[in-house]
């Protein structure tokens, strides 16, 4: 009895021992390939965009002023994030990078997609059938990347256009609503942000300036449109509109192109229509100047 005992006891030390030297044991490296990034080339550098595609028109972009411009097929001002989308492959991380040799191996030889960024070149092959990334050749190299940057230059073009109804730099300092059907009446609403404050141009109004910058944070300070399409301006058409002073003195006009089931607003010197949902449309032009009910 005692004989088992002691087995007993020695075979639960080995065991504790085994436990320790398996726990404490080195761990085998396991080699991991570092990803490849396809260029170091800053994208706030590249000044043209150039996207050419089999049986499509292609599509050119163009920065001035560090504003992006579409300038083919049509012109129009462009988006940030769509434009950041488009750049994006170039920071790319590739799992492998080839030599170029047979271009048919990866699709090269007749791409989906060619890419032109200032004199830089991209062009894209085939799916991996494997793991679905992407092979792409720049500067006589081939990379596999994620097939996501593709997709971004192939989105269509009216999702390309910005969504803002001010371009960059264009800040507000003032509105003018007079020229609305809810302001028309009373001598219209004119309103100006000077030295911090509001100062509003309408009879018989009580204006809060808490209620005011809360209402201008909250509606135009968000403003993004659903969708937003080119269209052309025609000067014989009177709609309801207003105009927005900005800092620089400009003034913008806008013409309210309809209001049910939702808001268009059209800003002619573009040549770009915006569609904002009903009751965005209410909010943005029915500021809170305490005028009588």
């Known amino acids: ?102 271009l048919s191996r990866f699709g090269l030889d007749h791409p989906a997609l060619k890419l032109k960024l200032d004199d830089e070149e991209i062009t894209f092959g085939t799916l991996n059938p494997v793991n679905g990334m992407q092979y792409i050749g720049y500067r006589n190299s081939v990379f596999l990347v994620e097939s996501k940057y593709a997709e971004a230059l192939t989105i269509q073009v009216v999702e390309m256009l910005d969504k803002n109804l001010l371009k960059p730099g264009e800040e507000i300092a003032g509105f003018d609503f007079s020229h609305l059907e809810q302001w028309e009446e009373g001598g219209g609403l004119k309103m100006s942000l000077e030295g911090g404050k509001w100062k509003v141009e309408r009879a018989n109004t009580k204006p809060v300036q808490d209620d005011i910058n809360a209402w201008f944070a909250d509606s135009w300070g968000t403003l993004i449109a659903l969708s937003v399409e080119p269209y052309k301006p025609n000067a014989k058409a009177k709609y309801p509109s207003f105009d927005i002073k900005l800092k620089n003195g400009k003034t913008i006009h806008f013409e309210k192109q309809g209001e049910s089931p939702e808001l268009k607003l059209a800003r002619p010197d573009e040549g770009l229509l915006y569609h904002f949902p009903q009751d965005v449309g209410f909010q943005i032009l029915n500021p809170p100047v305490g005028a009588p009910k």
């Open 1 to 102: 009895m005692k004989s088992r005992w002691i087995l007993n006891l020695v075979l639960l030390v080995l065991v504790a021992g085994i436990v320790l030297a398996l726990q404490y044991a080195p761990k085998p490296k396991t080699e991991v390939a570092p990803a490849v990034t396809v260029s170091t080339i800053d994208p706030d550098k590249i000044h043209k965009i150039s996207i050419e595609a089999p049986a499509k028109a292609p599509v050119e972009l163009e920065k001035r002023d560090d504003v992006w411009y579409l300038t083919q097929p049509y012109a129009a001002r462009a988006g940030v994030n769509p434009v950041n989308q488009m750049l994006s492959v170039l920071h790319a991380n590739s799992v492998d990078k080839f030599d170029v040799g047979d």
